[in-house]
């Protein structure tokens, strides 16, 4: 009973060429969250959604979109890759009110690597 | 801005033994404390967590105190297993926003 789905697993791309990365929850949380997190560091956060909501870190680069087109999907997307972008990619999703409320639930991961 | 500190890893222990891995915050406000834990190939779990000062989180085994005054939140368990070897994320969640950060976390590797 996976709440917090990503797809694919791994993910293998060519240098620039463009790649999107999927989410789903069954949580029906409000707020969804893209991390990137490179070898042996903490998960970075590159941007969120509350609700309709889109929140960018200042300094996520602007190679990097997302969309939420409803609740329970999100995707990033990568417009051109670089060698630097090979990273995991952790989605989460929390809920601003009620009793889990301020906890993160994550999904497994996609890992990403650019030829 | 926000920031957490833990100590450098990998942390290598026999089993039985007994674990502290440190963490200590710098935030404005009185931000919530997590810890999270990811294991091989597996995404991020909540291990326990405390919302305010004095506040002691626990499960399975592990437990972290909130302690306002010297800004940390270590973790610690008492009779590690095989099966904790990991990494641990000590993070924090500003009260005034949804935004978590989180420590570089710390392997954890214990032996039989």
């Known amino acids: 009973d996976a709440m917090v789905i990503q797809n694919p697993r791994y993910q293998v791309t060519q240098f620039g060429k463009p790649v999107t990365l999927s989410c789903s929850q069954t949580l029906n949380h409000n707020v969804m969250y893209w991390y990137q997190q490179k070898s042996s560091q903490a998960p970075k956060l590159l941007f969120h959604?509350?609700?309709?909501?889109?929140?960018n870190e200042a300094d996520t680069p602007d190679n990097f979109q997302s969309r939420r087109p409803n609740t329970s999907f999100c995707f990033l997307d990568i417009r051109s890759p670089g060698l630097g972008d090979a990273a995991m990619y952790l989605c989460a999703t929390s809920r601003s009110t009620g009793a889990s409320q301020g906890k993160l639930f994550f999904g497994s991961g996609t890992q990403l690597s650019v030829l | 801005g926000d920031s957490v500190t833990q100590m450098e890893g990998p942390v290598t222990l026999s089993e039985e033994a007994f674990l502290t891995i440190n963490c200590t915050y710098t935030a404005t406000g009185y931000p919530s404390l997590f810890w999270y834990v990811q294991y091989p190939g597996e995404g991020l779990q909540l291990l326990l967590k405390?919302?305010?000062?004095?506040d002691k989180g626990s499960n399975k085994g592990f437990e972290a105190t909130y302690r306002k005054e010297t800004t940390s939140f270590h973790l610690e368990k008492g009779s590690v297993q095989v099966s904790d070897s990991a990494v641990y994320f000590c993070a924090l969640r500003d009260n005034y926003g949804q935004n978590f950060v989180f420590g570089p976390g710390t392997r954890l590797s214990v032996l039989p």
């Open positions: 405390a919302t305010k000062a004095d």
């Open positions: 959604y509350y609700d309709k909501d889109f929140n």
